[in-house]
């Protein structure tokens, strides 16, 4: 499987950016999908996962303000972030798990994307 994701760019707090992550080479539509981030000097950090079922899970510091969804149609991920803030600056990765339902932890999934920077200034 090979996730190209795109979408991340430079934005002023307060603002909007979607990620997308489009999959090829399999489809994906009994898998659980997630989006994690890493700031630098940082973990990389659960954002958000997606069951096949559709079932979602948010971490705790974008709940309310960051809304994940599929489209297995297009084996295509999204990430709609609003109300961004600086503390979400981070590289955004997505990945693919072979089980249907999601992990928090990014030893869990088994194929990542190649990251999208998401900068937001003050």
């Known amino acids: 499987v090979q996730l190209q994701a795109s979408g991340g760019g430079l934005v002023q707090a307060g603002g909007s950016l979607r990620l997308s992550c489009a999959a090829s080479?399999?489809?994906?539509?009994?898998?659980?999908l997630g989006w994690f981030r890493q700031a630098p000097g940082k973990e990389r950090e659960f954002v958000s996962g997606?069951?096949?079922?559709?079932?979602?899970l948010y971490v705790e510091s974008v709940k309310g303000r960051f809304t994940i969804s599929r489209d297995n149609a297009k084996n295509t991920v999204y990430l709609q972030m609003n109300s961004l803030k600086p503390e979400d600056t981070a590289v955004y990765y997505c990945?693919?798990?072979?089980?249907?339902?999601?992990?928090?932890?990014?030893?869990?999934?088994?194929?990542w994307g190649q990251g999208t920077q998401v900068t937001v200034s003050s």
């Open positions: 997606i069951s096949w079922s559709g079932s979602t």
């Open positions: 080479g399999r489809t994906f539509s009994s898998y659980a």
């Open positions: 990945a693919v798990r072979s089980g249907g339902w999601y992990e928090t932890t990014a030893y869990g999934y088994d194929f």
